[in-house]
Nanobody
Framework: VQLQASGGGLVQTGGSLRLSCQASGLTFRRYTMAWFRQTPGKEREFVASIRSSGHTYYADSVKGRFTMSRDNAENTVALQMNNLKPEDTAVYYC???????????????????WGRGTLVTVSS
């Protein structure tokens, strides 16, 4: 399984970015996909997830600003990030799991597969 995240960059406060994650080597439509983020010295933090059903879940800190979507035909997920704030600065990681239960969907240690991160920097 390979997960390739892209789309990070430098943006000003209030700006937008769109992250993408290309998955391969798995039956994509069966997987829960998620985005996490991490800053130096801190634990990896849940951002958003999308189940195989298409249901989405968001961290309170990004609700209303971020939107996660999936394209099962292309084996990709996207994270549209609007109204970005300096506290959104982090390395963003894409994750996948085929058997995660709803109560664990925000737990990074429950995901089996991870991609390399993509850096998002929001300047004030």
């Amino acid at each position: 399984v390979q997960l390739q995240a892209s789309g990070g960059g430098l943006v000003q406060t209030g700006g937008s970015l769109r992250l993408s994650c290309q998955a391969s080597g798995l039956t994509f439509r069966r997987y829960t996909m998620a985005w996490f983020r991490q800053t130096p010295g801190k634990e990896r933090e849940f951002v958003a997830s999308i189940r195989s059903s298409g249901h989405t879940y968001y961290a309170d800190s990004v609700k209303g600003r971020f939107t996660m979507s999936r394209d099962n035909a292309e084996n990709t997920v996207a994270l549209q990030m609007n109204n970005l704030k300096p506290e959104d600065t982090a390395v963003y990681y894409c994750a996948a799991d085929s058997a995660i239960i709803l109560s664990s969907i925000r737990s990074s240690d429950q995901y089996d597969y991870w991609g390399r991160g993509t850096l998002v920097t929001v300047s004030s």
